[in-house]
C-alpha cells in the first residue's frame, strides 16, 4: 500500500492531463469532420 501512493501521485496527474487533451482534442476533431464533409457541398456552389 505504501508503494500505491506515489506511484498513484506521480501517474495520476499526467494520466488527467492526458485525458483531458484528448477530450478537448476531439471536440476540435470533430469540427474539422465536419467541415470536411460540407467541402463538396459547398465547393458545387448549392
Same mark, same amino acid.
Given at each position: 500500500m505504501?508503494? *500505491?501512493i506515489?506511484?498513484?501521485s506521480e501517474v495520476g496527474f499526467p494520466?488527467?492531463?492526458t485525458l483531458f #487533451? *484528448?477530450?478537448r482534442m476531439?471536440?476540435?476533431l470533430d469540427n474539422v469532420v465536419q467541415s470536411i464533409q460540407s #467541402?463538396?457541398?459547398r465547393l458545387s456552389g448549392k
Open positions: 505504501e508503494q *500505491l506515489p506511484l498513484i494520466i488527467a492531463v #487533451l *484528448l477530450y476531439e471536440a476540435k #467541402l463538396p457541398e
